[in-house]
């Protein structure tokens, strides 16, 4: 799952823009995990470096240069990889109940800038003008130790994602999903996990996604729930055994 950073209008210092990032990355990322003995870490990795080589004229060193959370599941040998980078989860139905993968490394950075947007509603120049100022200082720590990690022009970023193993006979189902789906469960508080995974075996992902844009159509000014935009990318991949 890679889920692109909002630019927020603002410059990046490439020419071919966020989904051109992401597709590139993803296609050379399943390149590099098709061999099962690469690790994760080590396939992210590769790829980063690989996109980097493509656009070399662009000024990579920009620090709003395209970048994308990515999370990977990866089935080998009777287990399951996992790595997480920012906040696009895993979540695992397990023998033991439901446990979620997520990097929220980024929710603990610049919490007053962040408290300045959702005090404006969404689609007001106000609201506009506060997210602007919240991603140039978050492109400021971008990628450092001081502040949060994504995958991004500097390759270095695929080892500092969070990383596990689970044997595939603790697991039912896993889910794999952009925070434009989790927040149905974490921020609007919707769903529990249970009712997730209980849609995902009865309808799919589109009717997962379908129950978030419902929620999401309650609130199109971001009044109940301040949010940076009134629907937010919403992909899932759903796996069972």
Avoid at 81 to 92: G, K, T
Avoid at 116 to 144: F, G, I, K, M, S
Avoid at 195 to 217: C, K, M, N, Y
Wanted: glycine share 10%.
């Amino acid at each position: 799952m890679l889920d692109g950073l909002s630019t927020a209008g603002l410059p990046t210092g490439c020419r071919h823009g966020v989904p051109w990032y992401v597709a590139h990355l993803g296609g050379y990322l399943l390149a590099a995990l098709a061999d099962p003995e690469v690790s994760l870490a080590d396939g992210l990795e590769e790829a980063l470096t690989r996109v980097a080589g493509l656009h070399p004229q662009c000024d990579l060193r920009n620090p709003g240069t395209p970048s994308a959370t990515v999370a990977i599941l990866r089935q080998r040998h009777g287990v399951l990889d996992h790595l997480v980078l920012a906040d696009s989860p895993v979540v695992f139905d397990g023998n033991s109940g439901y446990r979620v993968v997520t990097d929220q490394r980024v929710d603990k950075i610049l919490p007053e800038l962040q408290a300045e947007v959702e005090r404006y509603e969404t689609h007001t120049p106000d609201h506009r003008e506060a997210l602007q100022r919240l991603v140039l200082a978050q492109r400021e720590v971008r990628n450092t130790p001081e502040g949060y990690w994504v995958a991004g022009a500097n390759p270095e970023s695929a080892q500092h994602g969070l990383t596990g193993m689970t044997r595939l006979d603790e697991v039912r189902s896993a889910a794999v999903m952009s925070d434009g789906v989790s927040r149905l469960v974490t921020e609007y508080r919707m769903a529990t996990w249970e009712g997730v995974f209980a849609t995902l075996h009865a309808g799919g992902p589109s009717d997962l996604i379908e129950s978030v844009r419902q929620v999401e159509a309650t609130d199109p000014s971001g009044v109940r729930w301040p949010r940076y935009k009134p629907g937010d990318d919403a992909s899932v991949a759903f796996c069972q055994w």
